[in-house]
C-alpha cells in the first residue's frame, strides 16, 4: 500500500518536473533570441541619502520584457543566463547602458550621482572584467568614481585571493565596490577588513522582518555599528513604510532605496524624476 502510494507521489513530482524542466528549456531558447530582439531593458531604482532624502543615484535592475512569457523577474532569468552564458553578453549591455544613463543625468547637472550595477559571479570571474570595465567607462566617459559594482558575498568568498586582486584593481581606478544582499551568505567581519569595500547594502529580507521582530531590529543596528566602526557605508534595501525608514535613520543608516521611496523607473521616468527633485546642496553654517 505504502508503496503504490509513494509510487503515485513519484509520479506526480516527476511530472511537475518534467514540466519544470520543459519550461526552462523554452524559456532558455527565448532568452537566446531576446537579445537580438532587443527585449532587455534597464529600470532604475532612486537611491536617497536618508538624513537628507536627497537622491544620490541609482541601481540599475535589467528586465526582460518576453514576447512569449510577458515581463520575467531578473530572479527567474539571471539564473538561466549563468547557465548559458548569455550572462557575459547581457551583463556586459547592463553595465554600459547604466554608465551611458549614468552620464547624461551628468550632463544634464546632477553631478553627484551614482549608479550600482549588479555583477553576475561568472561575469566577475572572466579574465579581463577589469578590462571590460576599463573600455565602457573609457566609451561612456563616464568618471569612474560615479560607478558603483555590487557583488555578492558569495563571489567573494570563492576564490578569495582571486577576488581580492581584482577589488583591488577596481577600487584603485576610483570605481566602488558594494556587497549586495549582506547578511545572507558567509561573510564576516575579517573579510569586509581585508576586501576595499565601499558600501554594505543590507538585504531587504531584514528591514521587512524589523516590522515584526525586535531581535531582527537589534540585528539591523548592530550591522550598521560594526560596519561605520570599518569606514564602511551602509544602504538598506527594500524600505516600504515610513516605520522601517524611521528606525533606519535612527540607526544611523546612510542610504536606502525601496518602494516606499520610488519603485524601478524606466530611463524615462528617472530622468522625469531627478528633474522634480533638484539635487540639495546642503548648507553648513
Ligand atoms: P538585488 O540586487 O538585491 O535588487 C533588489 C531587488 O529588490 C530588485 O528586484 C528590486 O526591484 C526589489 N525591490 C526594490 N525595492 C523593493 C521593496 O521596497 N520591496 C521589495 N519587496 N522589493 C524591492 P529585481 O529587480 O526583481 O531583481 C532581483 C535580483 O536580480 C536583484 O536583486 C539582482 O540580484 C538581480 N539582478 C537584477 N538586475 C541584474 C543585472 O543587471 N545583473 C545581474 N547579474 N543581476 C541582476
Ligand atoms: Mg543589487
Ligand atoms: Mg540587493
Ligand atoms: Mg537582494
Known amino acids: 500500500h505504502a508503496k503504490s502510494s509513494g509510487g ?6 516527476s511530472k511537475e518536473l ?10 532558455e531558447a527565448s532568452l537566446r533570441r531576446a537579445f537580438d530582439e532587443n527585449e532587455f531593458y534597464v529600470a ?5 541619502d536618508i538624513e537628507s532624502g536627497a537622491t544620490i543615484g541609482a541601481e540599475a535592475l535589467v528586465r526582460w520584457n518576453s514576447k512569449e512569457y510577458g515581463i520575467v523577474s531578473p530572479a527567474d532569468f539571471i539564473p538561466l543566463a ?30 553627484s550621482l551614482t549608479i550600482s550595477v ?5 561575469q566577475f570571474k572572466q579574465p579581463d572584467f577589469v578590462d571590460i570595465v576599463k573600455g565602457i567607462l573609457h566609451s561612456t ?5 560615479k560607478l558603483c559594482i555590487e557583488i555578492t558575498e558569495s563571489v567573494v568568498i570563492d576564490k578569495l585571493m582571486f577576488t581580492l586582486k581584482l577589488l583591488d584593481e577596481l577600487a584603485a581606478m576610483g570605481i566602488g565596490i558594494s556587497i549586495d544582499d549582506f547578511g545572507t551568505g558567509y561573510s564576516s567581519l575579517s573579510l569586509l577588513r581585508q576586501l576595499p569595500i565601499s558600501m554594505i547594502k543590507i538585504d531587504k529580507s531584514f528591514v521587512a522582518e524589523m516590522v515584526e521582530e525586535r531581535s531582527v531590529r537589534a540585528v539591523v543596528a548592530a550591522m550598521i555599528t560594526m560596519t561605520h566602526h570599518l569606514g ?53 553654517s
Do not use: H
Open 232 to 284: 564602511i557605508t551602509v544602504v538598506a534595501e527594500g524600505i516600504e513604510s515610513e516605520q522601517q525608514m524611521a528606525w533606519l535613520r535612527e540607526m544611523g543608516c546612510d542610504k536606502g532605496q525601496g518602494y516606499y521611496i520610488d519603485k524601478p523607473l524606466s530611463a524615462e521616468r528617472m530622468q522625469a524624476r531627478l528633474k522634480e527633485t533638484p539635487a540639495i546642496t546642503k548648507i553648513t
Open 44 to 48: 532604475y531604482q532612486p537611491q536617497i
Open 8 to 13: 503515485s507521489q513519484y509520479r506526480f513530482f
Open 141 to 145: 566617459g563616464l568618471n569612474p568614481a
Open 18 to 27: 518534467n514540466a519544470s524542466i520543459q519550461r526552462m528549456v523554452d524559456m
Open 118 to 122: 549588479n555583477v553576475s559571479a561568472k
Open 82 to 111: 549563468e547557465q548559458t552564458g548569455l550572462i557575459l553578453k547581457l551583463g556586459q549591455w547592463v553595465l554600459e547602458e547604466a554608465c551611458r544613463e549614468a552620464k547624461r543625468w551628468e550632463r544634464a547637472g546632477r553631478t
